[in-house]
């Protein structure tokens, strides 16, 4: 596979390919024939190892896992396995930690690529200073500046030689935000990897926390290197959530959702004003009236008072909790003041969606908040998954 202006790291990158498994809710990495390494939240359950753990291979050869040993507070994790893989292959873990600047790769199994039916993804990018990570409170965890996903948990963090330097812990905001916030003429998405880089930081276990787990249970790193990968298969036909007449339509109508579809963070995001730095909200909502906002019901819990957002950048604090549903995920925010001038509430439906009937959302996923800012519409179909309940099969 041609990796342009990457083409430097192809040998390094298909070792770490061929060492990088995947795991039941994330990804690990082989650092010898029978040991992976990953991030502890991916494996742990009420703080021991998850049931049923398996390991699957690029060749899809599948291995249980029979024990493992933790570093919690460092979302760190070694887990063994019954027995090396057929086609086994294990990176080296590097002598020391990433540099700032140092070129950083990343392989693991995002959920935009394992849709698709694919995995085994790479993402490029390079290292924050560990000074960094200190000044914002981050004691386990080193910043670097790549587009991670969910998926990607548990993934080895590699320099331009291929050595292990971290292993993925989770994504946050850059340490820079910026945020365009509001961007008028973004396009729909209608597929499932149609997204822009999402411009996030990646939080890696720092490097003295994973010598210091396998010095304490006596596991060496044994590197096997110089694999032959299978041959790629052909990358599936992207396929659309709705057809071109769906969408023709909900291009044009979605425009009219801007004028009711709100962002919502909590009270201590002290959100005074719109600026370049603020940070993705904790959730959508749609106005249905002048004053009452309706959103999901776990964004409720335990908030008395919100802040709601408008796309023309006017903030309105204090709106109130008044009604949380007993029966679904939902609720509903009162404001103190009614919405802007050109805030028109949602009209609400006669009747329910059915199933796979073509629908659209409009909201504010994280994923894109720091490239083309919130009021994303993604289309899609819906699923009937129990009473009360729908699968929403586009982009949330």
Do not use: C
Not at 16 to 37: E, Y
Not at 104 to 116: K, L, N, S
Not at 298 to 310: I, M, P, W
Request: hydrophobic fraction near 40%.
């Amino acid at each position: 596979m041609s990796w342009g202006t990457y083409a430097y790291l192809s040998e390094a990158i298909e070792l770490t390919q061929a060492a990088t498994v995947k795991l039941p809710d994330g990804t690990g990495v082989m650092i010898s024939g029978q040991f992976v390494l990953t991030a502890a939240h991916v494996v742990i359950e009420n703080n021991e190892l998850a049931p049923n753990q398996t390991a699957i291979n690029l060749w899809g050869e599948t291995r249980a896992v029979i024990n493992a040993y933790f570093d919690i507070a460092a979302d760190i994790a070694v887990l063994e396995l019954e027995s090396p893989f057929q086609n086994s292959y294990s990176v080296e873990i590097a002598s020391a930690a990433a540099q700032e600047d140092d070129d950083i790769f990343i392989v693991g199994h995002p959920w935009t690529t394992v849709q698709a039916g694919i995995g085994w993804a790479v993402a490029f990018g390079y290292a924050y200073s560990t000074d960094q990570s200190e000044e914002v409170s981050k004691e386990f965890l080193q910043y670097f500046n790549l587009a991670v996903t969910k998926g990607f948990s548990g993934s080895g963090l590699y320099n331009s030689s291929g050595e292990l330097v971290s292993i993925l812990s989770a994504e946050t905001s850059p340490l820079s935000p910026s945020s365009p916030y509001f961007v008028e003429d973004k396009p729909v998405h209608n597929q499932h990897w149609d997204l822009d880089s999402n411009r996030t930081s990646a939080l890696g276990v720092k490097f003295p926390f994973i010598q210091a787990l396998l010095a304490q249970h006596a596991i060496e790193n044994i590197p096997k290197i110089n694999p032959t990968l299978p041959e790629n298969l052909p990358d599936p036909e992207k396929t659309n959530y709705v057809d071109d007449e769906a969408l023709a339509i909900i291009q044009q109508i979605s425009q009219q959702s801007f004028g009711s579809a709100v962002a919502i963070y909590g009270k201590n995001d002290n959100v005074t004003e719109i600026d370049s730095g603020i940070g993705a909200p904790n959730a959508s909502g749609v106005l249905i009236a002048d004053d009452l906002v309706l959103t999901v019901m776990h964004v409720l819990d335990g908030r008395q008072t919100v802040t709601v957002t408008f796309k023309n950048g006017e903030v309105i604090n204090n709106a109130i909790t008044i009604a949380v549903s007993p029966h679904g995920d939902f609720g509903l925010i009162k404001l103190p003041t009614p919405a802007p001038a050109g805030y028109t509430p949602a009209s609400i439906a006669f009747g329910p969606l059915q199933n796979n009937e073509p629908t659209y959302t409009v909201g504010h996923p994280s994923m894109l908040w720091y490239s083309s800012g919130g009021w994303q519409v993604s289309t899609g179909t819906t699923t009937g998954t129990g009473e009360g309940t729908l699968e929403f099969n586009g982009i949330t």
